[in-house]
């Protein structure tokens, strides 16, 4: 059986106030890895609502999603 592969398009979102578009269909662990923060510490939201990282994978970014991503900052 072959893969399913979905069609691609283009997605425009905001990312921290700043517009994006990027070549989707993608999620929220494919943004990260888009953007260089896969591998950072952050908490991300979609929306105004937080996305567990365990859920990244399988959270969809959609045309219109603002994306809001932290980086932890340690300090003193």
Known sequence: MAALTLP??????????????L????????LLDVIGKAKTPCAVERNGTLVPWRTRSD??????D??????????G
Do not use: C
Request: aromatic share 0%; charged share 15%.
């Open 23 to 30: 070549q989707g269909p993608l999620t929220v662990a494919d």
């Open 8 to 21: 691609s398009s283009i997605v425009k979102i905001d990312v921290n106030n700043t517009p994006m578009d």
């Open 59 to 64: 959270v969809q970014v959609e045309s219109g």
């Open 66 to 75: 603002s994306i809001e991503i932290v980086t932890l900052v340690g300090g």
